[in-house]
Structure formats: C-alpha cells, structure tokens
C-alpha cells in the first residue's frame, strides 16, 4: 500500500502543538523521499519538510524551528511535530513520497504519491 494516509489534524489555539502522521509502505531500497505540504483555501501547494531514507531533513523557512518532521522505518510512519503554531499555519496538510528521486526538496512536483490531508486550524 503505498497511497499515503494522514491522521493527526485538528483544531488548537495559537502557541499549542500537533502531531501529524503519515502511514505509507516504503520500498527496502532507502532512495525514497517523503514529505509534508501544505495548502491553504486560494493558495499554492508548498513543501512544509521533507525526509530521506537516510534521514536527512530540510525544512521550509516557515517551519524551520518549530517543526520536527521524523521517521519510524518499522511502523512504515512518517510524523510532523508542530510546535508554537501560528494562525497563519491553518492549512489542509499532506503527505507525500518518491522512490528513487533524481533529488529530495521541499518541491511537490517531484512526489508521485499523495495523501488525501488532514485539515490543522489554529486559532488567534
């Protein structure tokens, strides 16, 4: 099953935290790339924080500090921990993945696979 599936989003007030999930099966070759997105009603699509199979992270500059994006290889989850949220993070949310990416960035054209997302909504 490699159609990712979010869980994790949810309504909080400003300064509060969330933990976003993401289960999807991941090839046993560690060339993959899975990230998080994005998307806010009017807005483009943009990258929040990807991961590699070797564990290298890279974060966008509205996420770099306040959120952790990691891996549990056994559970086949990806997670994104979201700390001192702002408003302006309301967004609908999703994951994605590549296996075998010529390259790994926060750019969602380059994944393949997508969840459907879970909405965050954080309030002033």
């Known amino acids: 099953q490699v159609q990712p599936v979010e869980s994790g989003g949810g309504s909080v007030q400003a300064g509060g935290s969330l933990r976003l999930s993401c289960a999807a099966s991941r090839p046993t070759s560690t060339n993959y790339c899975m990230g998080w997105f994005r998307q806010a009603p009017g807005e483009e699509r943009e990258g929040v924080a990807i991961?590699?199979?070797?564990?290298?992270?890279a974060y966008a500059d509205s996420a770099r500090g306040r959120f952790t994006v990691s891996q549990d290889n056994a559970k086949n989850t990806l997670y994104l921990q979201m700390n001192s949220l702002k408003p302006e993070d309301t967004a609908m949310y999703y994951c994605?993945?590549?296996?075998?990416?010529?390259?790994?960035?926060?750019?969602?054209?380059?994944?393949?696979?997508w969840g459907q997302g879970t909405q965050v909504t954080v309030s002033s």
């Open positions: 994605a993945a590549v296996w075998t990416p010529a390259y790994c960035a926060t750019d969602p054209r380059i994944f393949h696979y």
């Open positions: 991961i590699t199979g070797y564990g290298r992270t």
